[in-house]
């Protein structure tokens, strides 16, 4: 398995949602809306910024309040890093759009 894939899919990892042109929970809640998102893991060099397509069905939105950037939310979803399937688990902080993060690797 790849180097970085194995080390993120290895305990829990500071992550940020990578937004633009502005960082704001409202961003974030455009994105989510899309099914897309950008979790960037901070602690590699230089970062390691992914694009994710999310699965809405293990994503879990309920103690999120967008409007005042309060509550946390819990992001899942799908891509490929370096040619090997991953799946993103990030549980992300409203209010800094900060949180913990790691990759689950799919099929064998």
């Known amino acids: 398995m790849n180097e970085l894939v194995q080390r993120l899919s290895q305990g829990e990892h500071p992550v940020e949602v990578s937004l633009r042109p502005q960082k704001t929970a409202a961003a974030l809640k455009e994105s989510i809306d899309s099914g897309y998102v950008h979790i960037k ?18 994503s879990n939105l309920n103690e999120a309040d967008f409007i005042r950037s309060a509550g946390r939310i819990h992001l899942v979803g799908n891509l490929t890093l370096n040619y090997v399937d991953v ?14 993060g790691h990759l689950e690797p799919i099929g064998g």
């Open 87 to 100: 799946r993103c688990v990030a549980d992300i902080d409203l209010e800094t759009l900060v949180g913990l």
């Open 41 to 58: 893991f901070t602690q590699t060099k230089g970062g390691t910024d992914l694009g994710v397509r999310l699965d809405p069905n293990a």
